[in-house]
């Protein structure tokens, strides 16, 4: 979290001083939803590889 923050700093850093910390908090806010979207997809993708590799891994071992 601590580097989210950091980004969203440095991304903010060429507001005035008056919209930095605003910005700072819309850019941690966007940040973390991001986050949040990419575990949701590789959560809900790794199951359905998961089940696909296995059925990969049975077909290449019971090859002759």
Known sequence: MHLILQ???RLSATRSHEDR???LV???LLI???A???VAALVGLGEG???TFSEIDSGVANRP
């Open 7 to 9: 980004l969203a700093h």
């Open 21 to 23: 910390g605003a910005a």
């Open 26 to 28: 819309e850019y941690a």
């Open 32 to 34: 973390v939803l991001i």
């Open 36 to 38: 949040m979207v990419v």
């Open 49 to 51: 590889l998961s089940g």
